[in-house]
């Protein structure tokens, strides 16, 4: 009885034994099973992020205002920028070229060389030639890695282009108004001077003298009320009252202030706007607009000519208004120009005449602002018309 006894204890003791190494074993698979699952999902999570941050550079590189370049130390392009391919107007994948073969540009290629061979962070102004004339400023540095070994160079360029234009503009501006002011003023001391030297003691000739000094007087005053109002204008001081306005009669009082003008000239003036006519503008400015090219009409018409304002509905929300001459007209090539501040078809004759060469340029300020548009037809020998258009009340 002992031994059989025995045996079944045994046998059941190593059953359990064996049952339990069982779940052990099997436990154990199913930790190792959930360990590779979570290192899986952590390496999905990592490469999601990575993918992520590479994405976000990417984008951060392609939104960049400066364009932006990097080259390995060979001098090859590894990778550019949106901003960069649009400043350089490329259309095909660059990567790879050299700066020479991609940009054709030598000061640029001789930069990166020297940057490659002598590792000194350097700067240049590039003017970019062509359909793509551009001003760029270029700044480049050596990238180093983490052993300080020279591994390329990046280079970043800011476009300079419209801050150039703008200081162009400014410059010119500023040596159009020193010129304007000194021609009468130059003028006025040439006739005091003679004045003082003994020109005073004829009475009549001193009365020729203190007219021509005093016409030059108020083309000064002229100019530099224009230029106030140009410089307003541009500046946005000047709020725009907008309410409706009769055009008819706006017209009307423009013609009734320069009739003692075109009469010593023999013009007639025609006021054709129709009756009931309005516009939704600020009613001095657009006086000063009528006065403007009324004005013109008159000085370059012909003697003896006819002025004639009209005006119509135009589309359903805009009117239209034209003031029409019969005079000398205005070349092809000089139309598009008209408008710009001191332009003139001819400075002597416009001088004669008072103009300051910023009537048009207040014109289309003012009828800009309103959100209107001003146009030139004209026929030389046959006259010339300006058209704006206002937002119609
Ligand atoms: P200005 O003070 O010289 O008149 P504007 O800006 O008013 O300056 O006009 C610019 C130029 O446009 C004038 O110098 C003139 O040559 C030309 N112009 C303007 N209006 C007329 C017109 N009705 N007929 C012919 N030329 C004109």
Request: aromatic share 6%; hydrophobic share 40%.
């Amino acid at each position: 009885m002992f031994w059989p006894a025995l045996a079944i204890v045994f046998g059941l003791a190593l059953g359990a034994a064996w049952y339990y190494w069982r779940q052990h074993q099997a436990e154990a698979k199913r930790e190792l099973a959930a360990r590779e699952t979570r290192v899986a999902e952590l390496e999905e999570q990592q490469r999601l992020i990575r993918e992520q941050a590479r994405d976000q550079q990417q984008a951060l590189f392609n939104s960049m205002v400066e364009g932006v370049l990097f080259v390995d130390r060979d001098g090859r392009i590894q990778s550019a920028n949106s901003s960069l391919e649009q400043l350089f107007g490329l259309t095909t994948d660059i990567r790879g070229q050299t700066i020479l073969e991609a940009l054709r540009t030598h000061e640029l290629s001789e930069l990166a060389a020297r940057l490659l061979r002598d590792g000194t962070v350097s700067g240049l102004e590039l003017n970019l030639a062509g359909l793509n004339s551009r001003c760029l400023e270029v700044n480049a540095a050596t990238v180093l890695n983490q052993t300080g070994e020279r591994q390329g160079a990046i280079f970043v360029f800011h476009d300079l282009t419209r801050i150039k234009q703008l200081e162009n503009t400014r410059q010119e501006f500023v040596a159009n108004v020193s010129h304007e002011l000194r021609t009468p003023l130059s003028l006025i001391k040439g006739f005091v001077e003679t004045l003082l030297d003994g020109a005073k003691n004829d009475p009549e000739v001193a009365t020729r003298f203190l007219q021509t000094i005093e016409k030059h007087t108020d083309r000064l005053t002229y100019l530099i009320e224009d230029l106030l109002t140009i410089s307003r204008l541009e500046s946005g001081q000047i709020v725009l009252n907008l309410q409706s306005v009769d055009l008819r009669a706006a017209a009307g009082q423009v013609i009734a202030d320069l009739s003692s003008r075109a009469k010593a000239k023999s013009v007639t003036l025609e006021n054709h706007v129709p009756a009931g006519l309005s516009a939704r503008a600020d009613s001095d400015r657009l006086q000063q607009v009528f006065f403007n090219l009324i004005d013109n009409a008159i000085k370059y018409g012909r003697e003896g000519g006819r002025v004639e304002v009209m005006g119509a509905a135009f589309a359903d929300w805009q009117v239209e208004l034209r003031v029409t001459d019969d005079g000398a007209g205005i070349p092809p090539e000089a139309q598009e120009r008209v408008f710009e501040r001191f332009y003139r078809v001819d400075r002597a004759r416009s001088r004669d005449t008072g103009g300051t060469g910023l009537g048009l340029a207040i014109v289309k300020h003012i009828v800009q602002s309103h959100h209107g548009e001003v146009s030139v037809t004209s026929v030389p020998g046959e006259g010339t018309s300006f058209l704006f258009r206002l937002p119609e009340k």
